[in-house]
């Protein structure tokens, strides 16, 4: 029988998540156009690519993480499709606007904020991992691309530089949250058994 490792899952994450920070929660660290992408995603795998996506933004933006390849790729078909517009366009083409940055409105938020928004991210994956858990939904999935993302994102943050005694804080807070999560996860993932893959036929 394996009830008592089942009952010891949702302590873990809850472990993880009762060690954060007071502050971390007194402010919110994502917009309300940010907050409905996370509420369209009803479904935790969906949900849990979201925040990911919102805190590589915050990565992204402040120099810490590089574009994949495929965002690049993404980018110089979107650049070329400009061109090819704006040479149709000929002497119209000066009254073209030039391309929105889609991060701009990050600039609304201080380099430490951004840093809090990243563990605001991975707060909430572990949170809605142990709500799924507690209601026998399958969670080994997003509980490997937890593990996955906390791997390969908390080297990019503990190379910060920060400018000042906030963004030092930040810092130090991220790097802990993502320590806990991986820690977390690998215990966690010790106990929810692997899904089972369909074979193709």
């Known amino acids: 029988m394996r009830h008592p490792a089942k009952a010891s899952f ?18 919110e660290y994502f917009t309300e156009d940010e907050l409905d992408l996370i ?27 590089g574009k994949s390849d495929k965002e690049l790729e993404q980018e110089r078909k979107e650049k070329e499709k400009r061109e090819k517009e704006s040479a149709k366009a000929g002497n119209k083409a000066g009254a073209q606007k030039p391309p929105e940055d889609p991060m701009a409105y ?22 809605n991992i142990d709500d799924a858990y507690g209601r026998k939904l399958e969670v ?17 943050v503990a190379k910060s530089q920060p400018k000042n005694e906030n963004e030092r804080l930040a810092m130090d807070d991220a790097v802990a949250k993502a320590k806990e999560a991986l820690s977390g996860v690998k215990e966690a993932l010790s106990i929810v058994p692997k899904t089972e893959k369909k074979t193709k036929r």
């Open 10 to 27: 949702p302590l873990i994450l809850m472990l993880c998540l009762s060690l954060s920070l007071p502050a971390q929660r007194k402010k």
């Open 39 to 65: 509420r369209d995603a009803q479904e935790l795998p969906l949900r849990a690519t979201a925040y990911f996506k919102l805190a590589d933004r915050r990565l992204l933006f402040l120099g810490l993480k």
């Open 106 to 127: 990050l600039d609304d938020f201080t380099r430490a904020e951004l840093l809090r928004g990243y563990i605001q991210a991975i707060d909430e994956v572990m949170s």
């Open 140 to 156: 080994r999935d997003p509980l490997e691309n937890l593990e996955k993302y906390t791997s390969e994102t908390l080297p990019m």
